[in-house]
């Protein structure tokens, strides 16, 4: 009788495996994408408090706790008889291809509570301070085809500088968010690159307003197109429009455009949160470099002295969009 659990582990790994390299079978025949982003959540190592040179490849991690992210100094904290507050060293190994020569490469943490110094192959690439906040940073410098070794060292410490100072309930570090690996071209969209507005909206008619943030990482100046188009919740094309941008080696810049008419605008609301979705596209040359997408709501809110909160939605599925004024309470008109 005690077989057949394990038997049924064996087989479910087998078809782990069997799925995992039908998948990669299948990347491997379909062309490159220009931006790759991976979750490099499985197989990271744990050790609670500080250790001297965990960072360095060749340190002896074979003691440490195997586990996958997302991860906590106390898990769960809600159960644990104690509260730890102090270091923890996290390393995961990461195998990359031959063909990121002449690629943009980063690390992006989605949460780390609450301050983390990040190493890659022993090289320091970056440190952040912010339990709340995810981050991003370049590792270009320091990655290589073949193995490589992340190391985060992470602190929950209290800071004074750092929100929460306070709470009714404890603040556990770790990395307690997805991790990804993210490889580009040299000219592309930043780290969550764009900011999409909706500064005019009626039932009649919506204008969509995106700023691009484009980084050029090259050793030259490039002069690239930015191509963005909007499809609505059924996947229409509902609007395309474009600029070029040039951008200094080494540096960013932010190309700032406005959207032709939206035609009877489907409006984001609780009860039908429509979600249009924006493409973005840039170019250099004839060759696309990068490409990102955001999802985006069509709605607008104002708040006056003198009239109080509008918001412009739909109240239902079937009703036309109106206009809605809420006047605080004690206000009068």
């Known amino acids: ?50 250790a001297v040179g965990a960072e360095v490849p060749a340190y002896d991690d074979a003691a440490w706790q195997s586990f996958g992210l997302p991860h906590s100094f106390s898990i769960p904290y809600f159960m644990s008889p104690d509260f730890y507050t102090g270091y923890g060293w996290y390393r995961k190994h990461l195998q990359l291809p031959d063909d990121i020569a002449g690629k943009h490469l980063s690390l992006e943490f989605d949460g780390v509570f609450q301050e983390a110094d990040v190493f890659v192959n022993g090289t320091k690439v970056g440190s952040h301070k912010g339990g709340y906040t995810g981050f991003s940073l370049n590792i270009t410098a320091a990655a290589k085809p073949g193995d490589n070794l992340i190391a985060v060292r992470v602190n929950n410490l209290w800071n004074p500088r750092l929100a929460p100072r306070s709470g009714e309930h404890v603040f556990s570090g770790g990395i307690y968010r997805d991790v990804h690996f993210v490889m580009t071209d040299p000219l592309h969209v930043d780290w969550c690159g764009t900011f999409v507005t909706t500064p005019q909206v009626s039932a009649e008619s919506a204008l969509v307003n995106v700023k691009t943030d484009i980084v050029n990482d090259s050793g030259a100046t490039k002069t690239g197109l930015v191509r963005q188009q909007i499809l609505d919740p059924e996947g229409k094309v ?96």
């Open 1 to 50: 009788m005690e077989s057949r659990p394990v038997l049924r582990s064996v087989i479910a790994v087998a078809m782990v495996l069997f799925q995992l390299s039908a998948s990669l079978a299948a990347a491997a025949d379909a062309p490159a994408a220009p931006r790759q982003r991976i979750t490099i959540n499985a197989f990271w190592k744990y050790h609670q408090g500080d």
């Open 238 to 333: 509902v609007a395309e429009f474009s600029a070029t941008q040039a951008v200094a080696a080494g540096a960013k810049a932010t190309v700032d455009l406005t959207s032709p008419a939206l035609k009877s605008p489907r409006l984001w609301h609780p009860d039908h949160p429509f979600l249009y979705t924006l493409n973005t596209t840039v170019l250099d040359g004839n060759r696309v470099a990068d490409q990102y997408t955001t999802k985006f709501g069509i709605r607008s809110m104002k708040w006056t002295a003198d009239q109080a909160f509008f918001s412009t939605a739909s109240i239902s599925t079937c009703a036309a969009p109106t206009s809605t004024r809420i006047t605080p309470a004690g206000a009068t008109g």
